[in-house]
């Protein structure tokens, strides 16, 4: 059974930074593209990142460019997200989503509230 479990969220003031980390089970995670997405209060889905298989390719969303870092250990089953300089408008659920020529297991997110 497939299972992606995010974790590290949390309330961080405007300019923190916070990471996040997802355990991925049930397949050979090594195989597969990542992503993180997120989905703010009232809105919608938002990409964030993109790492492929191997960790050597990442891309990112225009809104994180810069500020935003994805990994992965891929002895581990781990992949993460680096996040600095927080802003309130990064308040969102985050989701660990794996990719199999598109999306196909979401983790059930993450709460990360950015606020003073």
């Known amino acids: 059974e497939v299972q992606l479990v995010e974790f590290g969220g949390g309330l961080v003031q405007p300019g923190g930074s916070l990471r996040l980390s997802c355990a991925a089970s049930?397949?050979?995670?090594?195989?597969?593209?990542m992503y993180w997405v997120r989905q703010a209060p009232g809105k919608g889905l938002e990409w964030v990142s993109t790492?492929?298989?191997?960790?050597?390719?990442?891309n990112y969303a225009d809104s994180v460019k810069g500020r935003f870092t994805i990994s992965r250990d891929n002895a581990k089953n781990m992949l993460y997200l680096q996040m600095n300089s927080l802003k309130p408008e990064d308040t969102a659920v985050y989701y660990c989503?794996?990719?199999?020529?598109?999306?196909?297991?979401w983790g059930k997110g993450v709460l990360v509230t950015i606020s003073s």
């Open positions: 989503v794996r990719s199999n020529y598109g999306p196909d297991y």
């Open positions: 049930g397949f050979t995670f090594s195989n597969y593209w």
């Open positions: 790492i492929l298989s191997n960790g050597g390719t990442t």
